[in-house]
């Protein structure tokens, strides 16, 4: 298929990002870690003391500042990383956090903020694209090539969780890192605007009792026979 869409949906931690990456350089295709805009959304609502309760108008507020915002993926040729371009300048504060995922869920449920989101990704999928989030597969590409949902219980995934912090040389609490994983997996399945679901067409993948590499051969083989 010339410029193929592959949508990877599913909860965080059940390795997306992981198979997303190997299999977008596997391909050559450009990746779109829809994630980071929800969760840069998020900081920066944060930041503007949006996110601290009883703010009126919140959706119009979140909607305008999500707007406004000139968002980019850029790849960097030394690194070869992609970097998040905002207003021109290159992201450099840590969104990979839990904190910052739980603001990003919060902001994520404002159908302002999805729609103000939509066209950067849509844009992102003209060229060929490997996409994960939450609604690659049921909203922003509906014509996927290929659509995987991939998911694991939520004890796997605060389980992978802990040993990574633990091999960063960070502190893990497990009973804390489960709790924000089922209350972000909570909110993200139960909200009207474009829930966490496996589109119909999507293969599901548990990953639960897989290693990466048994993710990734399934993923690629679903892939051939859609390709
Ligand atoms: O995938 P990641 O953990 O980075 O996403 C952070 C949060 O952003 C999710 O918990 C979800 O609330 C939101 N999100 C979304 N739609 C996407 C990607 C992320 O609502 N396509």
């Given at each position: 298929?010339?410029?193929?869409?592959?949508?990877?949906?599913?909860?965080?931690?059940?390795?997306?990002?992981?198979?997303?990456?190997?299999?977008?350089?596997?391909?050559?295709?450009?990746?779109?870690?829809?994630?980071?805009?929800?969760?840069?959304?998020?900081?920066?609502?944060?930041?503007?003391?949006?996110?601290?309760?009883?703010?009126?108008?919140?959706?119009?507020?979140?909607?305008?500042?999500?707007?406004?915002?000139?968002?980019?993926?850029?790849?960097?040729?030394?690194?070869?990383?992609?970097?998040?371009?905002?207003?021109?300048?290159?992201?450099?504060?840590?969104?990979?956090?839990?904190?910052?995922?739980?603001?990003?869920?919060?902001?994520?449920v404002?159908p302002?903020?999805r729609?103000?989101?939509?066209?950067?990704?849509?844009?992102?999928?003209?060229?060929?694209?490997?996409?994960?989030?939450?609604?690659?597969?049921?909203?922003?590409?509906?014509?996927?090539?290929?659509?995987?949902?991939?998911?694991?219980?939520?004890?796997?995934?605060?389980?992978?969780?802990?040993?990574?912090?633990?091999?960063?040389?960070?502190?893990?609490?497990?009973?804390?890192?489960?709790?924000?994983?089922?209350?972000?997996?909570?909110?993200?399945?139960?909200r009207a605007a474009a829930?966490?679901?496996?589109?119909?067409?999507?293969?599901?993948?548990?990953?639960?009792?897989?290693?990466?590499?048994?993710?990734?051969?399934?993923?690629?083989?679903?892939?051939?026979?859609?390709?």
């Amino acid at each position: 298929v010339f410029n193929p869409i592959i949508t990877i949906d599913g909860p965080s931690g059940a390795g997306k990002g992981t198979v997303a990456y190997r299999l977008a350089q596997a391909l050559g295709l450009n990746l779109l870690d829809s994630g980071a805009l929800y969760r840069i959304v998020g900081l920066l609502a944060h930041e503007a003391g949006l996110l601290d309760g009883q703010v009126a108008d919140l959706e119009e507020k979140l909607g305008a500042l999500t707007e406004k915002l000139d968002l980019a993926f850029r790849v960097n040729d030394d690194t070869k990383t992609v970097e998040i371009v905002i207003d021109g300048q290159v992201l450099t504060k840590d969104i990979r956090n839990e904190t910052v995922g739980g603001y990003a869920s919060q902001v994520a449920v404002f159908p302002k903020v999805r729609a103000a989101l939509l066209k950067v990704q849509q844009d992102m999928g003209k060229k060929g694209v490997v996409a994960d989030g939450r609604d690659m597969g049921t909203v922003i590409f509906p014509n996927a090539t290929a659509k995987i949902f991939l998911t694991a219980s939520a004890k796997a995934r605060a389980d992978r969780r802990v040993a990574q912090l633990q091999m960063m040389g960070k502190p893990a609490d497990y009973e804390a890192i489960l709790a924000e994983i089922q209350a972000r997996d909570e909110r993200d399945q139960n909200r009207a605007a474009a829930p966490s679901k496996p589109a119909e067409d999507a293969l599901v993948i548990d990953s639960s009792a897989l290693n990466a590499d048994e993710v990734y051969a399934k993923v690629v083989e679903f892939c051939a026979q859609k390709g």
